[in-house]
């Protein structure tokens, strides 16, 4: 009877082994190393701030002017032309960058920069509205809009260049009324 289980068990262990060969080589053949390549790109573009204007004065404009205009509506006079300073390390595209601008405005003005003044002496229903130097016609889209490309990009590829721009006043609400005006814009390039 030993000798039967000796055998048994031997022959159960013989018969057993191609089952583990197929095992192990079905472990083999469902894993493989793939190996991952990439790069990272620098920004093309950056805006050198040194060289930017951070502060930029508007003359003083009579409040009939504004009040004459159409709500939403800018004046060429006493507009204010500035300038971003900015250095590619090399050739930009629209394809590689959008240009970006943010700033604190209302819903039936969208496109206008309300008056940041909270003093009682503050102008009311008069804004900032921003153009392109490319195109006057045209107010900047502020939140969310992005600066048409054709704007910038051949003036970014000659190297450390500027981008110019046009500030305005703009008729904000109904009624206009006179006193201190200000206001901030965020620029900034979004990398695609």
């Known amino acids: 009877m030993t000798l039967n289980k000796n055998v048994l068990a031997g022959a159960l262990a013989l018969s057993l082994l191609p089952v583990a060969g197929m095992v192990h080589?079905?472990?083999?053949?469902?894993?493989?190393?793939?190996q991952f390549n990439g790069?990272?790109?620098?920004p093309t573009c950056t805006i050198n701030d040194s060289d930017t204007d951070h502060s930029v004065?508007?003359?003083?404009?009579?409040?009939?002017?504004v009040a004459a205009l159409t709500t939403g509506q800018a004046t060429a006079e006493n507009q204010q032309r500035f300038h971003l300073s900015v250095n590619c390390?090399?050739?930009?595209?629209?394809?590689?960058?959008t240009l970006t601008i943010d700033g604190h405005t209302d819903g039936s003005?969208?496109?206008?920069?309300?008056?940041?003044?909270?003093?009682?002496?503050?102008?009311?229903?008069?804004g900032f509205e921003l153009f392109s130097e490319q195109d006057l016609a045209t107010p900047l889209q502020v939140n969310g809009g992005v600066v048409p490309s054709?704007?910038?990009i051949d003036r970014l590829n000659q190297g450390n260049g500027s981008i110019n721009f046009v500030v305005e006043y703009a008729k904000q609400d109904a009624t206009v009324s006179a006193g201190a005006l200000t206001s901030n814009a965020t620029f900034a390039f979004t990398y695609k």
């Open 25 to 34: 080589a079905d472990d083999a053949a469902s894993s493989v190393e793939i």
């Open 89 to 97: 390390a090399e050739k930009a595209s629209a394809d590689d960058l």
């Open 39 to 42: 790069s990272v790109k620098a």
């Open 150 to 152: 054709a704007d910038y």
């Open 57 to 65: 004065n508007l003359t003083e404009i009579n409040q009939a002017k």
């Open 109 to 126: 003005t969208p496109n206008i920069l309300t008056n940041a003044s909270t003093d009682a002496a503050s102008a009311k229903g008069v």
